[in-house]
């Protein structure tokens, strides 16, 4: 009887590895070209590679592979990941892009250097005191709900400036710009030019907007920095995804 075949896990890992250098160097040309359309310096603009429900070893690829700026959807999952990553690459920059609950500020200040989704008062000032605390200063974007989506946190347009006002008082330099996450089926490059708008009359010089299928246009529109997932590392492993949800 033939034996089963055995499963190479070094050639995989090769693959993986290839093919993720690849992604990356196609999405920083991608970027670049945008830029330069939009005349904007191509370092103008900072790929955060969104690694949530990969596995650590994809992750590690992308950062052998030199890139160093990734974000996560969970503290929890970034806990499971990257404490480990980033002993062995202590430059490497975390964002945390997911929804954020008080009790677990903490944590999130702890790890994360990058904090995208401040939608509520409590919110900032749990963030501030323990800021004060832990003597980390992780930069803070504001989300704004730009499609007005009940079941997506993020502050409303029209209550926008008087909330970006009060974070400014409560977080200080910390609060460095908005993010948005646009309606899947709605064109982008509306919300993209109200987020930029907000930020411009409020002062604020960084924008967190565009993904996968987007970025190009949110780079021609003032994006400093883009949310790439699939476009890095591919589809999600289905038992990774399912992990993350839950």
Known sequence: MASAPVFNHAAAEMTQET?????????????????EAAGRAPDSVTLVAISKAHPASAAHQALIAG????????VQEAEQKWPALKDEFPNAVLHLVGALQR????????????????????LARALADEISKSGREPQ?????????????????????????????DILGPALRGLMCIPPLDDEPSLHFALLGEIAARNGL??????????FETAIRLGATHVRVGTGVFGERPPFMAKAAEG
């Open 67 to 74: 890139h160093r700026v990734f974000g996560e959807n969970r």
């Open 103 to 122: 009790n677990k500020v903490h944590r999130a200040v702890a790890l994360c250097d990058v904090i995208q989704t401040i939608d509520r008062p409590k």
């Open 19 to 35: 093919d993720i250098r690849k992604n990356l160097s196609a999405i920083g040309a991608r970027m670049a070209g945008a830029a």
């Open 205 to 214: 010089q960084e924008l967190s907007m565009g993904m996968s299928g987007d």
């Open 140 to 168: 803070c974007f504001i989300q704004i709900n730009t499609g007005e989506e009940p079941q997506k946190g993020g502050i409303l347009p029209e209550a926008a400036d008087s909330f970006i006002a009060e974070c400014q």
